[in-house]
T-cell receptor
Framework: DAGVIQSPRHEVTEMGQEVTLRCKPI?????LFWYRQTMMRGLELLIY????????DSGMPEDRFSAKMPNASFSTLKIQPSEPRDSAVYFC??????????????FGPGTRLLVL | SQQGEEDPQALSIQEGENATMNCSYK?????LQWYRQNSGRGLVHLIL?????REKHSGRLRVTLDTSKKSSSLLITASRAADTASYFC??????????FGQGTTLQVKP
């Protein structure tokens, strides 16, 4: 059973460029979360979806960030335009949100983003 | 602001010793979870304890929860070099959203 899949695993881009991060959650999970992790700020929740609908985007830094979940098996996080301070590891996680596994989250391997 | 605060920030022990990490939080919770993160990897769920539970075990892990003090502890017994990782507590309120602490970095020396 495949876990959460993220692509790309590494991304190096120049300031001002558009960056798109992709995530495939575990099949059957109905919640999806995007996090950003840096040494300075730790692990921050950016946005989460329930049944493909954005529930809480209060962690999205600014209008340069946007996230979509067009169907239950795919989500994207886009940064346009990117800035050096966006450099971080971005994690996607999914959760079944039911029964004994309520609120347990399963993380992908992350995308390491470097904006020059 | 972060809900969970781990203590200590860093811990270094010898293989075979026990490791104890603590987590404090600020508001009422539905559950508290502990996750492990190996260097360069995603977080892995270890154990979940509900607000009406006081202690839970899973293998070499023992978690306690004191809701009156708003604190939890994670004990790893008979530590191994493979336990070297960062450990995070996360609190949930039953909404689906978790708030993670800053983590404790554990080094187990062989």
């Amino acid at each position: 059973d495949a876990g959460v899949i993220q692509s790309p695993r590494h991304e190096v881009t120049e300031m001002g460029q558009e960056v798109t991060l992709r995530c495939k959650p575990i099949s059957g999970h109905n919640s999806l979360f995007w996090y950003r992790q840096t040494m300075m700020r730790g692990l921050e929740l950016l946005i989460y979806f329930n049944n493909n609908v954005p529930i809480d985007d209060s962690g999205m830094p600014e209008d340069r960030f946007s996230a979509k979940m067009p169907n239950a098996s795919f989500s994207t996080l886009k940064i346009q335009p990117s800035e050096p301070r966006d450099s971080a590891v971005y994690f996607c996680a999914s959760s079944p949100q039911r029964g004994d596994l309520q609120e347990t989250q399963y993380f992908g391997p992350g995308t390491r983003l470097l904006v020059l | 602001s972060q809900q969970g605060e781990e203590d200590p920030q860093a811990l270094s022990i010898q293989e075979g010793e026990n490791a104890t990490m603590n987590c404090s939080y600020k508001t009422s919770i539905n559950n508290l979870q502990w996750y492990r993160q190996n260097s360069g990897r995603g977080l892995v769920h270890l154990i979940l304890i509900r607000s009406n539970e006081r202690e839970k075990h899973s293998g070499r892990l023992r978690v306690t929860l004191d809701t009156s003090k708003k604190s939890s502890s994670l004990l790893i017994t008979a530590s191994r070099a493979a336990d070297t990782a960062s450990y995070f507590c996360a609190t949930g309120k039953g909404t689906g959203k978790l708030i993670f602490g800053q983590g404790t970095t554990l080094q187990v020396k062989p």
